[in-house]
């Protein structure tokens, strides 16, 4: 993942990567969609698991149960093989639809609180993904781990189904 230690920021694939302090990182990146079609895209386990894993890391989501409202909770299950996959579990602690979503990342001890807000700008959305991690070393952790570089790829493929979603009728 491109980043740099102290609030740097780096370019990846349209994404601002930047972390923020010792225990936030931030990626930032423009959708060319409206904020209804990126909240729509992040919100419906359909639409989510089109663009959620990075096609470079030739994983499979499995399973993705996602009840996205105020305590709502989901389920994303990664990996083919039953005794190799992984699951990511956790809790929707704020969803203001078209504008803003909340989540706890529950799957480890330490896991991070995601928020990410879509910000209208003229037919087009800013999307800022904040994970606040418990300590530095669980963001040092994430990062030596890549858990985090693939969001650069995801928000590309996001930006490639909303653009899909516009062309078509009655979104």
């Known amino acids: 993942m491109d980043q740099a230690p102290g609030g740097e920021s780096a370019m990846k694939q349209g994404a ?3 972390r923020t302090s010792e225990r936030e990182l931030v990626v930032t990146r423009t959708i ?19 663009w959620w894993v990075p096609k470079s890391f030739g994983v499979v989501l499995a399973s993705c149960e996602m009840d996205v409202r105020t305590g709502g909770r989901y389920r994303l299950v990664f990996g083919e093989d039953p005794s190799q996959q992984m699951a990511f579990v956790g809790q929707y602690v704020e969803v203001v639809p078209n504008s803003r979503i909340v989540w706890t990342n529950e799957e480890e001890d330490d896991g991070a609180i995601t928020t990410v807000t879509f910000e209208d700008q003229g037919g087009r959305t800013r999307v800022v993904v904040r994970d606040f991690y418990a300590s530095k070393e669980a963001v040092d ?7 985090v570089g693939g969001l650069p790829d995801q928000l590309d ?11 078509g009728v009655g979104d």
């Open 16 to 18: 601002t990567v930047e």
């Open 141 to 147: 952790e994430a990062l030596a781990s890549g858990s």
């Open 32 to 50: 060319d969609g409206p904020p209804h079609l990126v909240f729509k895209a992040w919100s419906d386990p359909e639409l989510f698991k089109q």
């Open 157 to 167: 493929q996001l930006d490639a189904l909303v653009r899909e979603m516009g062309a």
